[in-house]
């Protein structure tokens, strides 16, 4: 279909993981030596923003002390990142996903994302889940090994549905937050419970949070969301355009029909007053935006 968004901002990523590097410690040493470095703290990474953004990665010989976290290779070579204190440059500051994740060039924002939720992964797993002694990365920092029994640990990731649900014309429905200020909205969204498919998962979310019976469930994109360790699976959902969403108690705050005119005119978050949908870094942009360029 023309005009829609190509991808999701942070389901850019153009470095080839090349895993078989991983399970050989010489290769891993050899690549270490020709490497790019990126630095990242508590979800930042050091940014160049002269004209374009663009991350700051370091000669291997410059890098700080750390976990050395194996990312893959491009055409320039390879790129490990370290979790550690970040490098100062004049020029550059410290900016995490939310902030520059969709202004980064295509193989910035997936090295940015793939980064930030490795070193998530490994600062919220440091003991072994199955006898509790201390775990120590291993294979390039793609797995954790438990120091006792040798058991391996794999990176967790969350699955979640985000969906815009739709009346099959001209109307969808969105949902405020309660910590959100008036006048924010979003697409409704939820984790997948155990035993349960996405498409499930949608039907479930929406009728739980807007009270409201949906079909047609489609698949759309998905994107990693590192805060901490998810992943977005994005889906339309059509609903009979008769039905009035009524937030249950809990998380939504509001929850009502927009048409499309009120979308095109609205802001994105953190711009100007009265609506504001969400901005360009997420899943939720991508759908609302796909769904405007079809009307
Ligand atoms: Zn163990």
């Known amino acids: 279909m023309s005009g829609l968004p190509s991808r999701p901002a942070l389901s850019r990523a153009e470095v080839d993981r090349d895993a078989a590097t991983r399970d050989d410690p010489a290769a891993l040493a050899e690549a270490w030596r020709s490497a790019r470095v990126l630095v990242v703290a508590?979800?930042?990474?050091?940014?160049?923003?002269?004209?374009?953004?663009?991350?700051?990665?370091?000669?291997?010989?410059?890098?700080?002390?750390?976990?050395?976290?194996?990312?893959?290779?491009?055409?320039?070579?390879?790129?490990?990142?370290?979790?550690?204190?970040?490098?100062?440059?004049?020029?550059?500051?410290p900016l995490g996903l939310r902030e520059v994740g969709a202004l980064l060039d295509d193989r910035d924002a997936g090295l940015l994302v793939h980064a930030v939720g490795l070193a998530n992964w490994h600062t919220a797993h440091p003991s072994c889940s199955r006898c509790g002694a201390p775990t120590e990365p291993a294979r390039g920092g793609s797995v954790r090994r438990c120091t006792a029994d040798g058991s391996d640990h794999f990176p967790r990731t969350d699955p979640a549905v985000i969906m815009l649900v739709h009346d099959g014309s001209d109307r969808c429905i969105l949902g405020r937050q309660a910590a959100w200020p008036a006048g924010r909205f979003s697409t409704l969204a939820g984790f997948v419970e155990p035993g349960e498919s996405a498409e499930q998962a949608v039907?479930?979310?929406?009728?739980?949070?807007?009270?409201?019976?949906?079909?047609?469930?489609?698949?759309?994109?998905?994107?990693?969301?590192?805060?901490?360790?998810?992943?977005?699976?994005?889906?339309?959902?059509?609903?009979?355009?008769?039905?009035?969403?009524?937030?249950?108690?809990?998380?939504l705050a509001e929850a009502r029909w927009f048409d499309r005119d009120e979308l095109r005119a609205a802001g994105t978050w953190g711009t100007g007053r009265g609506v504001q949908t969400p901005s360009a870094v997420s899943i939720a942009w991508h759908l609302i935006t796909g769904w405007l360029e079809q009307g």
């Open 42 to 93: 508590d979800g930042t990474a050091v940014v160049q923003e002269d004209d374009r953004p663009r991350l700051v990665l370091l000669p291997s010989d410059e890098a700080p002390d750390g976990e050395r976290l194996y990312l893959g290779r491009d055409d320039d070579g390879p790129v490990f990142a370290v979790a550690a204190a970040l490098p100062r440059r004049m020029g550059a500051r």
């Open 203 to 251: 039907a479930r979310e929406v009728l739980e949070e807007v009270g409201v019976v949906v079909d047609d469930v489609r698949y759309v994109a998905s994107q990693p969301w590192p805060f901490p360790s998810s992943l977005m699976l994005g889906f339309t959902a059509r609903c009979d355009g008769d039905a009035v969403p009524a937030p249950a108690d809990g998380e």
